[in-house]
Nanobody, 121 residues
Framework: QVQLVESGGGLVQAGGSLRLSCAASGSFFRINVMGWYRQAPGKERELVAAITSGGSTNYADSMKGRVTISRDNAKNTVYLQMNSLKPEDTGVYYC???????????????WGQGTQVTVSS
């Protein structure tokens, strides 16, 4: 069974920083894209940033210049460094992995349980 487990959320003041981590565990062939999404209260889940296995990145316009996504393929872990946080960044942050399991020719989406990030003004 494949699992994604996030850590690193919490309460921070506006202007502060947080680093989120997400580790994939279980039996699988490879992880293609890994990404971070967030869901603010009353809003839909939205992409924050994503990174391919080769290191190509994609960022939401609202987060460009304030976040950096990285991954350690050997550890099956993705990170999200967030700086200059704003109250509107508050929400539940979810890790996502496009993962191909052994014996299959396709990749499926897996999600972590989410970690709360609260930015106070």
């Amino acid at each position: 069974q494949v699992q994604l487990v996030e850590s690193g959320g919490g309460l921070v003041q506006a202007g502060g920083s947080l680093r989120l981590s997400c580790a994939a565990s279980g039996s699988f062939f490879r992880i293609n894209v890994m990404g971070w999404y967030r869901q603010a209260p009353g809003k839909e889940r939205e992409l924050v940033a994503a990174i391919t296995s080769g290191g190509s990145t994609n960022y939401a316009d609202s987060m460009k210049g304030r976040v950096t996504i990285s991954r350690d393929n050997a550890k099956n872990t993705v990170y999200l460094q967030m700086n200059s946080l704003k109250p509107e960044d508050t929400g539940v942050y979810y890790c996502n992995g496009e993962i191909r399991r052994w014996g299959t020719s396709w990749a499926s989406d897996y999600w972590g349980q989410g970690t709360q990030v609260t930015v106070s003004s």
